[in-house]
């Protein structure tokens, strides 16, 4: 099986989140996960053919802004404090990306900004 296709399952902070590793692979965090089997506050449950299944100590709820951007390329938290929390999560997890698409609208959020505007 391609690897690409292959399903993992990922439970951050009790929140489970199943998708494929070619969604997850943009971060290098998750690329170590996966070919090692083991990463920092992560550890891995089952791993097969066909899926891979981690918990990962970190918070859920935020994590689900991070899926969120994985798959549409969009940010879903608007407030300062929640980009910085999703800023912190962002580099946990090595996602260079959304680290800089964060600080970006904490920018324009600073600037006052109309999310409408956007380039």
Known sequence: MDNNFKLVTLNVGGKLFTTYYDTLKRSSY???????KKGEQA???KSDAQEESFFIDRDGDIFEAIMHYLRSCDILEKTPERLK???SEAAFFKFD???MKVDQALYANLCGEDDEKKI
């Open 30 to 36: 998750f690329q170590e996960l996966i070919q090692n």
């Open 43 to 45: 550890v891995a449950i």
């Open 85 to 87: 929390k999703l800023k």
């Open 97 to 99: 990306e959304l680290v």
